[in-house]
T-cell receptor, first 113, second 113 residues
């Protein structure tokens, strides 16, 4: 158990809809990263937050957005969903004392029908 | 563009032998490199981290080497067991403060009893 939690575990929705994925980092970790894993693209970095502020952006679509709240949990919002958005979405957290290792959550499997 | 290649998509070895997985990268100057294990449908699990100024790291039956001249890391599992069967991912982190990871596509290791 990495200490990172994600909900929901599975999500099935239709094209055009909007969903919210939630992540709680390990206790005390200030950094949260979101990654997408699809069969054809592998694991790809989407976005990072540090203590409530956006720090880095990767291959994140404009239809996707994220935020980190004062209690440090993070949400990834996916809107106008397309079939190609079906993937596993992982968040990872990184601490400040154990500065470099990212610990991944169990993921949310999103299926867009 | 930055590219990370892991030697083969699949690797089968006999129980008790040493598995060696390769990670090569181009157009990248990573601050450190990490190896993760991923089981189907689960989040990546951190195994080892090696920094650019380190040559070798060990943890129990695992060993990783890092050659920044060859732009290559080797990951070894000695005395392999069927329970080691999984996909192994190498990931590189840039030197910026965000430390987002760029992943290889993974090598699926099967240890045959």
């Amino acid at each position: 158990d990495s200490g990172v939690t994600q909900t929901p575990k599975h999500l099935i929705t239709a094209t055009g809809q909007r969903v919210t994925l939630r992540c709680s980092p390990r206790s005390g970790d200030l950094s949260v990263y979101w990654y997408q894993q699809s069969l054809d693209q592998g694991l790809q970095f989407l976005i990072q937050y540090y203590n409530g502020e956006e720090r880095a952006k990767g291959n994140i679509l404009e239809r996707f957005s994220a935020q980190q709240f004062p209690d440090l949990h993070s949400e990834l919002n996916l809107s106008s969903l397309e079939l190609g958005d079906s993937a596993l979405y992982f968040c990872a957290s990184r601490g400040t004392s154990d500065t470099d290792t990212q610990y991944f959550g169990p993921g949310t499997r999103l299926t867009v029908l | 563009s930055q590219k990370i290649e892991q030697n083969s998509e699949a690797l089968n070895i006999q129980e008790g032998k040493t598995a060696t997985l390769t990670c090569n990268y181009t157009n990248y100057s990573p601050a450190y490199l990490q190896w993760y294990r991923q089981d189907p449908g689960r989040g990546p699990v951190f195994l080892l981290l090696i920094r650019e100024n380190e040559k070798e790291k060990r943890k129990e039956r695992l060993k990783v080497t890092f050659d920044t001249t060859l732009k290559q890391s080797l990951f070894h599992i000695t005395a392999s067991q069927p329970a080691d069967s999984a996909t192994y991912l190498c990931a590189l982190a840039g030197s910026g403060s965000a430390r987002q990871l760029t992943f290889g596509s993974g090598t699926q290791l099967t240890v045959l009893p």
